[in-house]
């Protein structure tokens, strides 16, 4: 017992010792730690806990204005405010910061979602904690529109049709209202024909979709980007929401085009007075058709050296395919020696364009022949012993 | 133009119309019928006939179709009996082989009056033509033998001149070997040269009865000429050279012994002449011609002339028939007496045969 009544006897003196110097630095510490200011961001749903205090964002009235709305309520207690603040202004709560209350500043407006904000109080309340609102953990009723751009072919000619279908759907939990598709400026690599600029219903509901489409020709070559298609909308309070679809590459080649190639099998070198025949072969290397192919040959060379018979080079064809081949056989007969120029010229349509190919080529007839000029000097000798031989039978008895 | 006929017959008359042939070649080359074509001066038929086979073949200038042969016989062996049986016998044969050469104007049938088939055929041929041919005017070149070839020959030719006046022939044109042997020393070059003198003549003459003469002879006035006298005629030719003075020497030429076929004195034997001149035209002196011809005349008579145009130097041809041939009795006196020479052997050695076989005369062969 003693030792307990000594124990608490020292106990007693420290703390008599001991406490204007605990007084002295509590009064100190009260000072310095009386308002701290602290920096933070949420966003709306979000809310966060400073002491007993909660400050809730409920919702970004206008980042541009800078107006954001703020619940701010203290625990246990009556106080409960609702205020639009205005951008890098405070705002006392509670009687501010000198009162134990709050002073509160929106710092920044990130977008329509977060703000960053600073708070000032008194620094026994803590550091601000964060938390998820019962407002947050309900959905929000907001539309919410998907929109996408495609095109049927992302490779077409020049020339070929392009189909750009627009799908604007509501996956949101409102109503999308004041629906409009923002306007585009025509892209010159195309020639618009049906459907644009393109529309879609001015309201969509829950879940709704809405289909633009919109038909186009290409008149260039190259690769063309058709830009994002954006969908500017407004919910059931007014505000403004715009959604984008991606940007769609189409890619236009160049346009479908016959390609005539004649290829001529001239005859080997013509004896003298001999017959050669010309082989045509005109084939179709394009990947369009050729249409009214029209083949005429002729000799360049003046003079009868070189006989063909007439139009015997001449051709029609109506429509060469791609891949497509033509072929005919002219016969020449060479008169006279020499070397011999034959022009063929082919002139078709393809795709209402008016093309020509020509080639030429060679005939040689070759020098007349005397093989058998030896014999020459046996035939006088022949003649004469004819002669001779019937003479001596004329004249034999 | 003249359709001429030239026919050869027997040996000597198909080695004349050879040597006609070969003188229509323009040349004596013996080759020339290879290289050259005969050129007559009008259309010339020519054919050689013979019964021999082996005188055909020896011939060298004329066509094969232009021999004929008288059929199954080799030769009359200077049989003239023979020959005429020989002719009748082919008669219609030998004569197609003529009428189908065409018409005619003139003949010149060409023989040997000594040898067998010339003597027999001749006769009888120019009495066929005269039948068939109207108006034909048909010239017997006769060739006279040598005198001393034997006593056939001579006989021979005593009848066959004979035969050849009684069938009206137009003219004979008398060829003596006796009288042109002359020319050379031996026999074959000497027939081959009478031969050739005959041929030229003969062309030079039908030439310029077709020719356009400056003075004109023709066929007419020929014949009229070969029908005077006892006509029997001959040919005379003269070709002038340098040393020739004058036409008129050129024309004394023609008509002198050494120009002759047949020895005769023109100016005394001669009954009618045809003297043809030819010749480049400064050569030809009408008036000297005329004087010439006029100067002949008085001592002939009828004297036709003609002239013809021709380049070189001035040729002369002279056509006469004689009003008396002296040898030509001569002739039948030698032949007569030879045929009494072979009489006379032919008594003589048939006596001898009889003689002979009197021998044996009633006995019969004992074996």
């Given at each position: 017992m003693g030792l307990i009544y000594i124990v608490v006897v020292a106990l007693l003196a420290f703390s008599i010792i001991s406490a204007p110097m605990a007084a002295e630095a509590s009064e100190d510490e009260k000072k310095d730690s009386d308002i701290i200011t602290r920096d933070f961001s949420f966003r709306v749903g979000e809310g966060v806990r400073i002491g007993d205090y909660r400050v809730e964002l409920?919702?970004?009235?206008s980042v541009m204005d800078g107006l954001v709305e703020v619940k701010v309520w203290k625990r246990a207690s009556q106080f409960e405010d609702w205020r639009v603040m205005e951008s890098r202004r405070d705002v006392n709560l509670d009687g501010g910061q000198d009162r134990g209350g709050l002073t509160l500043m929106v710092t920044e407006i990130f977008d329509r979602d977060t703000v960053r904000m600073r708070a000032t109080y008194r620094s026994d309340y803590g550091y601000p904690e964060k938390y998820i609102t019962e407002r947050a953990l309900v959905p929000a009723s907001i539309p919410k529109l998907e929109v996408s751009t495609s095109a049927d072919n992302p490779a077409v000619r020049s020339g070929d049709e392009v189909k750009v279908t627009i799908i604007v759907r509501n996956v949101g939990n409102d109503t999308a209202r004041d629906v409009a598709l923002q306007d585009m400026p025509p892209l010159p690599q195309f020639r618009y024909v049906a459907g644009y600029p393109p529309k879609i219903r001015n309201q969509l509901q829950q879940g709704e979709s809405d289909t633009a489409i919109y038909s186009m020709v290409a008149v260039t070559e190259g690769e063309v980007t058709i830009p994002a298609m954006s969908a500017r909308y407004a919910d059931s309070k007014g505000t403004i929401y715009t959604e984008s679809s991606s940007s769609v590459k189409v890619e236009i080649k160049p346009k479908r085009r016959p390609d005539i190639v004649m290829e001529v099998q001239p005859p080997a070198p013509i004896d003298h007075g001999g017959r050669g025949i010309i082989n045509v072969s005109i084939r179709n290397e394009g990947d369009g058709s050729a249409y009214r192919v029209e083949v005429r040959g002729q000799?360049?060379?003046?003079?009868?050296g070189l006989r063909l018979e007439a139009g015997a080079l001449d051709r029609s064809f109506f429509e060469i395919p791609p891949g497509g081949r033509e072929s005919y056989s002219a016969a020449v007969i060479g008169a006279r020696s020499g070397s011999y120029v034959l022009d063929l010229k082919a002139s078709y349509q393809g795709d209402g364009e008016a093309m020509q190919k020509e080639t030429a080529f060679e005939v040689a007839v070759l020098e007349r022949k005397f093989e058998y000029l030896y014999y020459l000097p046996i035939v006088p000798v022949v003649i004469i012993g004819i002669w001779l031989y019937r003479r001596y039978r004329e004249y034999k008895y | 133009m003249l359709n001429v006929l030239m026919l050869g017959i027997g040996q000597c008359g198909n080695r004349i119309l050879d040597a006609v042939n070969r003188e229509s070649f323009g040349g004596s080359s013996k080759l020339s019928k290879y290289y050259s074509r005969q050129k007559f001066p009008s259309r010339v038929e020519t054919l050689a006939i013979n019964t021999a086979v082996n005188d055909l073949k020896e011939l060298q200038f004329t066509a094969a179709k232009d021999r004929f042969h008288v059929p199954n016989?080799?030769?009359?062996?200077?049989n003239r009996s023979l020959g005429k049986q020989g002719f009748w016998d082919n008669r219609e044969m030998i004569m197609e082989e003529i009428e189908k050469r065409g018409d005619f104007d003139i003949a010149f049938v060409m023989t040997s009056a000594s040898g067998g088939t010339g003597s027999s055929f001749t006769p009888l041929i120019i009495h066929e033509l005269k039948k068939r041919y109207n108006k034909i005017t048909v010239v017997a070149v006769v060739v006279l033998p040598f005198r001393e070839e034997g006593s056939i020959y001579l006989q021979n030719a005593a009848f066959s001149m004979r035969d050849i006046m009684e069938v009206d022939c137009d003219g004979i044109i008398l060829v003596d070997n006796q009288y042109l042997k002359r020319l050379s020393g031996d026999i074959k070059t000497a027939y081959d040269r009478i031969n050739d003198m005959v041929a030229e003549r003969i062309l030079f003459l039908i030439e310029s009865l077709d020719s356009e003469m400056l003075s004109v002879t023709d066929l007419g006035d020929f014949k009229t000429v070969m029908r005077g006298g006892l006509r029997m005629g001959t040919l005379g030719f003269y070709e002038s050279d340098?040393?020739?003075?004058s036409l008129t020497s050129a024309i004394d030429g023609s008509i002198k012994p050494g120009g002759l076929l047949y020895p005769a004195d023109v100016y005394e034997d001669a009954a009618r002449a045809m003297i043809i001149i030819q010749g480049s035209r400064e050569y030809l002196d009408v008036d000297e011609i005329t004087k010439a011809v006029e100067k002949l005349s008085t001592k002939i008579g009828q004297v036709f002339k003609g002239i013809v145009i021709k380049k070189g130097r001035p040729k002369v041809l002279s056509v006469f028939t004689l009003?008396?041939?002296?040898d030509l009795e001569l002739l039948y006196a030698q032949a007569a007496q030879a045929i009494q020479d072979e009489k006379g052997r032919k008594t003589r050695a048939k006596k001898q045969l009889d003689d002979a076989f009197a021998y044996i005369e009633d006995l019969e062969e004992v074996y």
């Open positions: 409920t919702n970004v009235v000799l360049r060379s003046d003079g009868d | 016989l080799h030769g009359v062996g200077a340098k040393k020739t003075g009003a008396q041939v002296p």
